[in-house]
């Protein structure tokens, strides 16, 4: 298993790289862990970029999730299946709003509570942004990849994935 999962925040691709690991044990990569170190900055693009082809060099099965259209591009050629998550906006508020505390993320559970409306405003942002977080990226990188690939348009689906 060598797949790449894209979306929007709250899309879901955490929890289905979840169920396709217990499915079949795998390496998993969420991409904000090369994407940013530490902080709230964005790492220099090539060195996000070479950890994950890192990652991909020393795991011969794997998931890797993430919005950074600029990070998977570059290792697109590696993947098996890419699986873009597109439920709509107002499912990823859904879902951002009912998201668990993330330690790896957040030091206390209030801590994230202060940062969610913040990740609301952005999730709304995803249809008009023209960057590599924007759906006008993600549906060019989707549509431009020749190999194996699924959109799904509403949680429902995933399973489909599985």
Request: with cysteine; hydrophobic share 35%; charged share 30%.
């Amino acid at each position: 298993m060598r797949v790449i999962l894209l979306g929007n925040a709250g899309a879901g691709k955490s929890t289905l790289a979840k169920k396709l690991l217990a499915r079949q044990p795998a390496a998993r990569l969420s991409l904000d862990q090369v994407a940013f170190a530490g902080g709230t900055e964005r790492r220099p693009i090539e060195e996000s970029i070479a950890d994950a082809k890192r990652f991909i060099a020393e795991n011969e099965s794997w998931i890797i999730e993430g919005c950074y259209a600029d990070i998977i591009e570059p290792i697109l050629e590696d993947c098996e299946e890419l699986i873009f998550l597109n439920p709509g906006v107002e499912t990823c508020v859904a879902h951002c709003r009912a998201r668990p505390w993330e330690p790896e993320k957040f030091d206390t559970p209030a801590e994230q509570n202060q940062h969610l409306q913040m990740l609301i405003a952005w999730v709304r942002s995803y249809e008009t942004r023209d960057d590599e977080y924007g759906l006008r990226r993600h549906r060019a990188l989707f549509d431009s990849f020749p190999g194996r690939k699924r959109e799904f348009n509403h949680p429902g689906q995933y399973e489909q994935a599985q």
